[in-house]
């Protein structure tokens, strides 16, 4: 698979700093986002080809991205979403609703308006693929945790949904269980 680009939204994660690393050694070209500095250090010895800032709760750093993207003329032939938050983790009427939406956006919604807008930039001489993150929740009603669940519900429904339109897309949602990574601090941090 050498010379293969993969896109890594939000190489920053835990699961993408992992990711890039594993398939750096695999000869793929490496290409990601991040939206805090905090985390850059843990790329180093990891040859990142490209990296563009993007905050994903933020639509006009989204727009910046893809169009600093396009400017490349490089195609992708792999995407990986990681961005995610467990919050707000609390009841749903206990809840600040603008909190509890930004979830649902950054748990799916911009993660779908990245891949609308980065699609036309995709290697079209073989099918592309898309790979995102749904945790636990999926199958039963965690307390909590409403708007983390429902968005992952929604990658799951949008993946069929896209893997129907579209053969030159393959598209599917991993579900890691339980990684220690820095989301789940978030649900420590909020204690009982």
Known sequence: MKN????????TSDIGIALANKYTK????????YRSEKNLDK???IP???????????KQSISKFIEDYSKL????DIIIS??????????FFDCNFDDWEESLHINAIEQFRILHGLYPHRNQSSPSTVILFAGSGTNNAPINFSAYTLSKIMLIKMCELLDTENPNLKIT?????WVKTK?????IDAGE
């Open 173 to 177: 949602v991993v579900g890691p269980g």
């Open 26 to 33: 695999e000869g793929y070209n490496i290409v990601g986002t």
């Open 73 to 76: 003329d490089l195609k992708w």
């Open 43 to 45: 790329l180093i010895g």
């Open 4 to 11: 293969n680009t993969i896109l890594f939204i939000s190489i």
């Open 48 to 58: 990142v080809d490209h990296l563009f800032f993007c905050d994903i709760t933020d």
């Open 183 to 187: 989301i789940h601090d978030e649900t």
């Open 82 to 91: 990681c961005p995610a938050t467990l919050e707000p983790i609390r009841p």
